[in-house]
């Protein structure tokens, strides 16, 4: 298994692993859509033997007291069903974060589960007063420092592109 950013060609191929892992293409459709806007990005696939097995998108958010902060989300994430508990996912989050923190950004935040995600150093988001612009539970809303105590003295609302709405 290789992780790599995503290349144009494999844009069939990642909408197929979205649409592959969830229930509805809404997660597929939102893909396209930050692609589209042409946002900062960063987009890894698993490839396995060719094969396009996993990917990974992360999208910058914001912290609406502190625009100048540099915070991205990730999601969606997903793994081909054939392909799943084998550590791609691992391995596309672990990548993932690697390559925020080398491009400077401070933290992530993560609507994801809550017994996956703290495995790569998220914990509940209130632990740092940040909220989620959407309803969901509190568990769920999860944050990663890239660099330690960049979240001191922040708070706040955390928003999403508009594409998210969608979703």
């Keep these: 298994m290789r992780i790599r950013p995503e290349e144009e060609p494999d844009r069939a191929a990642v ?48 912290l609406a007291d502190h625009p100048g902060l540099r915070l991205m989300g990730l999601g969606p994430m997903a793994v081909v069903p054939e392909y799943q508990r084998r550590g791609i996912g691992s391995a596309l989050v672990q990548t993932g974060l690697k390559r925020c923190k080398e491009l400077g950004f401070l933290a992530v935040v993560v609507v994801g589960h809550p017994d996956y995600y703290p495995r790569f150093g998220f914990v509940p988001a209130a632990r740092h007063a940040l909220q ?33 709405a969608s979703v």
Excluded: W
């Design 15 to 62: 909408r197929a692993v979205n649409e592959a892992a969830f229930e509805t293409p809404a997660e597929a459709n939102l893909v396209d859509g930050l692609r589209a806007k042409r946002l900062p990005l960063i987009s890894l696939v698993a490839d396995v033997d060719g094969r396009i097995a996993g990917h990974i998108l992360f999208s910058p958010v914001a």
């Design 132 to 164: 989620c612009e959407y309803d969901v539970p509190a568990d769920v809303f999860m944050v990663a420092e890239l660099t330690v105590g960049a979240l001191q003295g922040k708070s706040g609302l955390v928003c999403y592109d508009e594409a998210f």
